[in-house]
Nanobody, 126 residues
Framework: QVRLVESGGDLVQPGGSLRLSCVAS????????IGWFRQAPGKELEGVSC????????YYADSVKGRFTISRDNAKKLVYLQMNDLKLEDTANYYC???????????????????WGQGTQVTVSP
């Protein structure tokens, strides 16, 4: 069974850091591009960061550039999202998903991704 399971969400103060993890099972992670997405209450699902199959290409939303770093360990079937200097507006439920479409075409857009995890909540609050 194909599964992606996120973890690492928490309550953190502004300026703090978190590392989210996405563990894959039921398929070969090395064959898939992976993305992190988030959805805040009342807002649309947005692409936060995506990484290519081999990790050589990455995409970051403008709002997180310089603060978030995506990485992957295909051998361990894990994809990470290191989040630093967290801001109030980073509060959301964060999801990981997979895509066969190359990042140059998908541009980390949610409709191009599937096999969504259940999400992990990140809350940034003083």
């Amino acid at each position: 069974q194909v599964r992606l399971v996120e973890s690492g969400g928490d309550l953190v103060q502004p300026g703090g850091s978190l590392r989210l993890s996405c563990v894959a099972s039921g398929f070969g992670l090395e064959y898939w591009n992976i993305g992190w997405f988030r959805q805040a209450p009342g807002k649309e699902l947005e692409g936060v960061s995506c990484i290519s199959k081999n990790g050589e290409s990455t995409y970051y939303a403008d709002s997180v550039k310089g603060r978030f770093t995506i990485s992957r360990d295909n051998a361990k079937k894990l994809v990470y999202l290191q989040m630093n200097d967290l801001k109030l507006e980073d509060t959301a439920n964060y999801y990981c998903a997979r895509s066969f479409i190359e990042l140059a075409r998908s541009s980390c857009n949610p409709p191009h991704f599937g096999s969504w995890g259940q999400g992990t909540q990140v809350t940034v609050s003083p």
